[in-house]
């Protein structure tokens, strides 16, 4: 499992981006989501790396 935390804004970023935050459970900043560590998961945190940081649950 990890914990993906979502550190910057959405706002002014691709609808993709968006769109990828909000299907892992992040709509505000500071929102924290716990996941499976599958690779589909790891595609969606490579996606928005540059928005998020990454634990180990």
């Given amino acids: ?13 691709k609808q993709d981006q968006i769109a990828t935050a909000h ?3 992040l709509r505000k900043i500071g929102a924290v989501s716990i996941q499976p560590d ?4 790891k595609g969606k ?7 998020v940081e990454v634990t180990e649950a």
């Fill in 23 to 25: 299907s892992l459970g």
């Fill in 38 to 41: 599958n690779a589909a998961t």
């Fill in 1 to 13: 499992m990890v914990k993906i935390k979502l550190v910057k804004s959405l706002v002014g970023r």
């Fill in 45 to 51: 945190i490579f996606k928005i790396c540059h928005l």
